[in-house]
C-alpha cells in the first residue's frame, strides 16, 4: 500500500511538471501573438503589456526548475523518467528565451509605431504564426513523447528561414532605394531575426523529444 501511496505521488509530481511546461508554453504562444500584432495594429499599449507579461514567464521557469531538482533529489528516478526530467530542465530555457525574444520584439514594435511603415506587414506575420505553432506541436510532441510530431516540427524550420531571408532581401532592396528608410529597415529585421530564433528555440524543444524517445542526437545533422 505505501508503495502504491508513493507511486501515485510520484505520478502527480511528473503530471505537475508537464502542465507547468504546457502552461508556460500556452503563456510564450500569447506573447509571439501579442508581439506581432502590436506591430501589425500599431498598438504601442499591447507592446507594453506585452513586456510586462515576461515576468510571468520568468516566474514560472523558476517553479519548474525548483520542482525538476526536487523530484530529481527525492525520488531519484531514472531510465525515461531521468530523461523527462531532465530535459523539462533544458526546455524551460528555451521557452524563457522566446519570452525574452517576444519582448524585444514589443520593443521595437514600440518604436516602429512612432514613424510611417515602410509597407504592409504580410510576411511577419505569417513568421510569427509559424514560429508559434512550432512552439505549441514541439511541447505537444515533449508532452506525448511522440517523435513523429517533433521531426515535423525541425522539418517546419526551413520554412521559417526562407521567410527570414525573404524579408531580409526585400529590406536590403528599401534601404538602397531610400537610404531615408535605413533605420526602420533595421528595425524590422531585427524583429525578423527574433522570430527566426524563436523558430530555433521551438526546434531545440523538437530534437530534445527525438532524443528523449528515440536515444538519438539528431542536432547539426538536419539539412539547412
Known amino acids: 500500500m505505501e508503495r502504491e501511496h508513493f507511486s501515485k505521488l510520484y505520478d502527480a509530481e511528473l503530471n505537475e511538471i508537464r502542465q507547468k511546461l504546457l502552461e508556460m508554453g500556452g ?5 509571439i501573438s501579442d508581439s506581432m ?3 501589425v495594429e500599431r498598438n504601442s499599449e499591447l507592446a507594453e503589456a506585452t513586456i510586462a507579461f515576461d ?4 516566474h514560472l521557469e523558476v517553479e519548474i526548475d525548483e520542482k525538476c531538482l ?6 531519484q528516478p531514472a531510465a525515461r523518467d531521468l530523461r ?4 523539462a530542465l533544458k526546455i524551460v530555457t528555451d521557452l524563457e528565451r522566446i519570452g525574452d525574444q517576444c519582448t524585444a520584439i514589443a520593443k521595437r514594435a514600440k518604436e516602429l509605431n512612432e514613424q510611417p511603415p515602410l509597407k504592409p506587414y504580410i510576411d511577419l506575420p505569417r513568421m510569427a504564426e509559424a514560429a508559434a505553432r512550432m512552439v505549441k506541436e514541439a511541447l505537444d510532441a515533449f508532452v506525448r513523447a511522440d517523435d513523429a510530431l517533433a521531426l515535423k516540427v525541425c522539418e517546419d524550420d526551413q520554412f521559417v528561414d526562407d521567410l527570414n531571408e525573404q524579408i531580409q532581401r526585400e529590406l536590403l532592396t528599401f534601404m538602397m532605394g531610400d537610404p531615408s528608410t535605413i533605420t526602420r529597415a ?3 529585421n531585427y524583429i525578423s531575426k527574433c522570430l527566426e530564433r524563436i523558430s530555433d ?18 542536432r547539426h545533422t538536419m539539412s539547412s
Do not use: C, P, Y
Open 70 to 75: 526536487q523530484v530529481l533529489a527525492t525520488r
Open 55 to 58: 515576468h510571468q514567464i520568468n
Open 201 to 218: 528555440h521551438a526546434t531545440n524543444v523538437a530534437e530534445m523529444v527525438i532524443f528523449m524517445v528515440k536515444g538519438k542526437d539528431i
Open 37 to 39: 500584432k502590436s506591430l
Open 84 to 87: 523527462f526530467i531532465t530535459l
Open 186 to 188: 533595421i528595425k524590422v
Open 27 to 31: 503563456k510564450v504562444e500569447v506573447m
